[in-house]
């Protein structure tokens, strides 16, 4: 049981690694398109870009929806990137340390 509760906090924690590097991405891919350095007309990026903003949509609209652009600059993934570093290093740990107690008897 222990290896399980084990292995389920590394899944959580890789998988919001994940969603941080997505949001990294898909923020500065965003930065590229609006200043004309990259485009849709290669295929690729037109690719990743949607790709990006399928996985990153749904976690930054409820933010989008509350947080308005600071004159045209989205801060919603600063926002997200500080509470997903928060759940990361504070709350997986700590559930993941009382779990373990509940299951070893502590």
Do not use: C, H, K
Request: hydrophobic share 65%; no cysteine; glycine share 4%.
């Amino acid at each position: 049981m222990e290896f399980v509760i084990r292995f389920v906090f590394f899944l959580l924690e890789n998988l919001l690694w994940l969603l941080l590097l997505a949001i990294i991405a898909n923020a500065i891919l965003s930065w590229l398109f609006a200043f004309d350095v990259i485009n849709y007309r290669n295929r690729f990026v037109a690719r990743l870009a949607d790709f990006l903003e399928r996985v990153t949509a749904p976690v930054l609209a409820p933010f989008r929806r509350i947080i308005p652009p600071l004159g045209g600059i989205d801060i919603s993934p600063i926002l997200v990137i500080l509470i997903i570093q928060g759940i990361r290093s504070i709350l997986l740990p700590a559930s993941e340390a009382a779990l373990l107690g509940l299951v070893r008897g502590y």
